[in-house]
């Protein structure tokens, strides 16, 4: 394996801004250099594997239909139009009988290059928001596999996929993306196997696909991802609907992306601060950020992102071979909007807009809308009962003396609505609430060098509906995102600057859900610790290191998943996997 520690091993570092969507070394200071780190080419050394931790996809043991729907190699695509390819589903996989639909995407790049962000989208609809790897001069590969399935009214048909992945080319930044994206169909082991698990729920039409996803993303032709671009707290992002006259059921599922100036939102310093520093390029409006979803102007969703470090944040070596939580495929988020659905059964144009408060340039936003359709009649109606977004309640407590201080913001919201919508399941009433907390403490010094961020967000959501008295589906799934970041940045006086961070990123999701036969209840910890130092001379990275520790603990009652791993300077220090409920209890990874 290559060394870190090889004496040919060199970095470059740019100390500019690099153009586009790419990620910043972690410090609020006015220069916020941009590193590349390169190693020089050690011949015969295989290209170096990164992954993302995460609980492997349950996949029954067939066979799958494998498609190799797209292979391309990204070189200069900035603002170019999306890679188009036909998509056609598999012809000889029996489509009735799927059991799960799953993505793949794998590439390879060599060289020097920023980690980019990049979309793949289905007929408009977003399947996958992911960023690259950061490559080196030997090469790497990684894959990314996603389950699909829920996405299966669409992938049964034949569809325009199209991927943006803005990439530049010149002297300095040399990474090709050599992409393949190939959709595996895996038939069902026994026939009717999926719909086991959802009882009741698949008798009230609560089953797991929508049979209709409307995009609501930018329309091609254009030079550029579908994504709407957010760039400032007024900025409103719109697009203009139809649904068919017979939903009963409606998520809207979100996905959304921070960068350049908002890359890392969570440490932005107060204006205040940034004011009384001088500190004319560093990023503020302060830490909280909020994406706002609105259906005809009113607010039915509220956003509080989990803090996803792109591959080249914070410190670069903290994610070679283990990248961050998320990175590979960032979270969507859904919004059941079903208790809504009485405002736009009408046959008629209406809205869906995106807003982020405090935002500064750019949000990447787009978003799924999964329709059930009532196949047993052509008109479903219904009615709005209640709909309360309540408005932010803000806490900020702010003390400053010249350039050390400290900033707590504290604050919560909660989006509640309830109606009902009568098809030939019944008169179902549903209810959807969203209840969402967030605290973040920041400790300022020494005109930004220094720097802690602490900041917890929790986010309440359930869902419930119900015919009469009868309950006929409910699901409930809180969940946590940690970020901790302590980061420093000092001149030894020789003209070397030292970066030093110290990281811990995670969330905690547990999960119930009660669709009338049985409850299913699963908990998720997923949190990383990283350490790491760059020391910068001439615009070299003179030494740097990384380490990387993360346990993953997944108890889904029957299902369990955990993994201990650890990572320095490249080298993978030891890595435990467990499927075993049992072994999860006994290693005192206990379910709580
Ligand atoms: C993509 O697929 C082609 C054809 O199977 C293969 O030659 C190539 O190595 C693949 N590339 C990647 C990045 O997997
Ligand atoms: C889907 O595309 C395939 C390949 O181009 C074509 O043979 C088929 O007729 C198309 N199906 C439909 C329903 O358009
Ligand atoms: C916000 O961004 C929009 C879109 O670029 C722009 O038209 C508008 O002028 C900006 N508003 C402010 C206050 O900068
Ligand atoms: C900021 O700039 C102003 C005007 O140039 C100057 O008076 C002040 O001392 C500076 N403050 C700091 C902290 O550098
Ligand atoms: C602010 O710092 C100055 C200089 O160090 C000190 O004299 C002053 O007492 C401090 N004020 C507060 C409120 O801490
Ligand atoms: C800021 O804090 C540092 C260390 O906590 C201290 O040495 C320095 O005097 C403080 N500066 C001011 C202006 O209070
Ligand atoms: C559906 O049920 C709700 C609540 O029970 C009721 O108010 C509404 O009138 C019913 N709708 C129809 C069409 O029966
Ligand atoms: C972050 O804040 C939480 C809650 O205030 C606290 O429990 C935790 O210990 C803090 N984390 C660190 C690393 O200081
Ligand atoms: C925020 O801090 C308050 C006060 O310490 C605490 O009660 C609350 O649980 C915290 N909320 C989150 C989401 O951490
Ligand atoms: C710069 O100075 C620091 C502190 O004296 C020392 O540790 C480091 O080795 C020096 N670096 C170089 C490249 O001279
Ligand atoms: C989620 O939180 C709510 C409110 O605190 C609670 O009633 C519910 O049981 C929790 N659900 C899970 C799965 O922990
Ligand atoms: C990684 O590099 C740092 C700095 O050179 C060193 O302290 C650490 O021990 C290294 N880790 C391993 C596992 O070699």
Known sequence: MDSFHSPLLFFFLLLHQPPFYSANLHKINHLRP?????????????????????????????KPCSHLILQHDFGYTYGKVPVLANYTPPSRCPSHKVSNIVLEWKATCKGRQFDRIFGVWLGGVELLRSCTAEPT?????????????????????????????????????????HVNITFHFYPAKHKFNHFVQNGNALVYGYRSWADLILPISRNLPLNDGLWFEIEN????????????????????????????????????????????????????????????????????GAIWPFTVIFTGG???????????????????YDIEITPLL????????????????????????????????????????????KHISSPLVVSLVSNFNGSNGTVSTSLSRSVFSTGWVKSSFGNITSQSVQNLYYNNSMVLGSRGDMQIVNQTIQSNDSVCAKMQSLYVYSSTSN???????????????????????????????????????????SSLENLQDGQGYIAVKNSLVASGSGSTQQAYRYNGGKDCYFRNISSSNYTILYDEVGHKCWEQAHSGLSYR
């Open 342 to 385: 009485g405002e736009i059964l009408d046959g008629k144009v209406h809205t869906i807009s995106f807003s982020v408060t405090n935002a500064l340039n750019v949000w990447l936003i787009d978003a799924n809308l999964h329709l059930w359709l009532d196949g047993q009649s052509t008109e479903t109606e219904g009615r709005l009962y």
């Open 233 to 300: 707290s007024t900025d409103l992002a719109l697009k203009e609907f139809k649904i068919p006259k017979n939903v009963y059921r409606a998520v809207l599922e979100v996905y959304v992306s921070f960068h350049e100036n908002d890359e890392s939102w969570y440490s932005n310093p107060p204006n205040e601060y940034i004011a009384a520093n001088n500190l004319t390029d560093t990023p503020g409006n302060g830490p909280f950020r909020e994406v706002l979803v609105s259906l005809d102007g009113e607010v039915v």
């Open 479 to 521: 969940k946590t995102f940690y970020l901790y970041l302590n980061s420093n940045h000092s001149s030894l006086g020789n003209g070397t600057s030292l970066y030093v961070a110290n990281l811990s990123l995670g969330f905690t999701d547990k999960r119930s859900m009660d669709s009338g036969f049985g409850f299913l209840k």
């Open 137 to 177: 001069a030997a090469g790497i590969v990684w894959s990314v596999v996603k389950d699909v399935t829920k996405y299966y009214s669409l992938l049964v048909k034949n569809q325009t996929l199209a991927v943006y992945l803005g990439n530049l080319l010149d002297n300095t930044y040399t990474g090709v993306y």
């Open 34 to 62: 941009n590193i590349l780190t390169q190693e020089t080419p050690f011949e015969h050394t295989p290209p170096t594997h990164y992954f993302e931790v995460t609980k492997p996809i349950k996949l029954p043991k067939t």
């Open 314 to 332: 914070v410190n670069p070596l903290l994610w070679r071979p283990i990248t961050s939580i998320g990175s590979f495929n960032l979270p969507s």
